[in-house]
């Protein structure tokens, strides 16, 4: 089969490389030349546990989606160091008593799920994160991390390396059944369309007729130079800290919606620098050697949308802030769902995730 992914992030191209291992003919089409959306800004922390304190399809999604990267990075050739990949878990921080007890009624359910989760008492955390201040305590969950800008190039040299093509710098403005139309006047026929446009996939499917309705939700993050090395990354509500290869250290991040608006927001940055320096007081003080947005994929349902629509249309959008975690299980999903495997343990069904 022929088959059009419509967008060249992380979502979109796990999917195309999949699909092209399967025997499928895939074009990827973007908008961008050197697409560089949610996919490039996002930290790249891959915390299944993090966010969770009951049991939802959403979060045993995301529990497989961590298992899925190990074996990912090796089929795309990438050592740890390639991705800047460490497995060592990330702690979450609480700075008073409600915040330790809102971590213990995560702590007890995630125990109850066998899910490998520590409670450190301030002086044991700061121990054991031993740049961190101790703050009152904090929980220590199984996660890991990786670089979505080393990821990227890579994951888009092996859809080339196994027969994928690209069509980029051109946005998809039409779909009609058996072809897309980009703004460059070209048309191309196709069997099948995936929708994997990230924060512009309502709009994108608006196109087919089809009802999805999501917003952006802007992130902003910056990066301090460090150098600093942390064991694991820390996270203290939707703020977080992690190190990268070099020392510097990725802080983040923002939540705005203010729809398509990607622009800096100074005290935004300002406000991550003085956080960073108070959960890692070696910090304080620093300037940002860098700062960026992106625009996380949200629908309303707060879900993904992963499957078919209807007879040759498929989407795969709506991962929000867990698109670097999910992103090989999405293409292993679409593969199997679009070659007519039994997925439905995993699938989240777009008809429903628009309704
Ligand atoms: C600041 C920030 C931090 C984040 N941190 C994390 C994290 O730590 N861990 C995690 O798991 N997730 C994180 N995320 C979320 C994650 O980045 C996203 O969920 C994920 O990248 C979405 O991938 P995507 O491929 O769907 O979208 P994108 O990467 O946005 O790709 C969509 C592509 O579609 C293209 N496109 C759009 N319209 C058209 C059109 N008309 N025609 C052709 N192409 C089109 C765009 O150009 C773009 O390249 C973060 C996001 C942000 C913004």
Known sequence: MHISVIGAGLIGLSCAWRLARDGHRVRVFDSSAEPREASWAAAGMLA?????????????????GLERWPGFLQELGMSPRDADWRDGGGWIRATDLADLDRLEASLRWLRATGTDVLRLSAGAYARACSVAAPGVGALWLPG????????????????????????????????????????????????????????????????????????????????????????????????????????????????????FDRALDPSASRALAAWAGEAVPALAGQTPSEAWTGLRPRLAS??????????????????????????????????????????????????????
Request: glycine share 12%; aromatic share 4%.
């Open 48 to 64: 299944p546990h993090h966010e969770a304190d009951h049991d939802s399809p959403l979060w045993r999604l995301c529990a497989a």
């Open 144 to 259: 890991a991390q990786v670089d979505p800008r080393l990821v990227l190039p890579r994951l888009r040299a092996a859809c080339l390396a196994d027969g994928v093509t690209e069509h980029l710098g051109a946005p998809v403005t039409a779909i009609a059944d058996a072809s897309l139309s980009l703004a460059d006047g070209s048309t191309h026929a196709t069997d099948a369309v995936l929708l994997a446009s990230g924060a512009w996939t309502p709009a994108l499917a608006a196109l087919t007729g089809t009802q999805l309705p999501g917003a952006p939700v802007k992130g902003q993050m910056i990066r301090l130079p460090g150098p600093c090395h942390l064991r694991g990354f820390i996270r203290q509500d939707h703020r977080y800290l992690m190190s990268r290869h070099d020392g510097s250290i990725v802080v983040g991040a923002t939540m705005v919606e203010a729809g």
């Open 302 to 355: 707060g879900l993904p949308a992963i499957g078919r629509v209807r007879q040759g249309l498929w989407v795969a959008t709506g991962h929000f802030r867990n698109g670097v975690l999910l992103a090989p299980i999405t293409g292993e999903l679409v593969a199997d769902l679009i070659g007519g495997r039994q997925t439905a343990a995993l699938s989240f069904d777009p008809v429903i995730a628009g309704s």
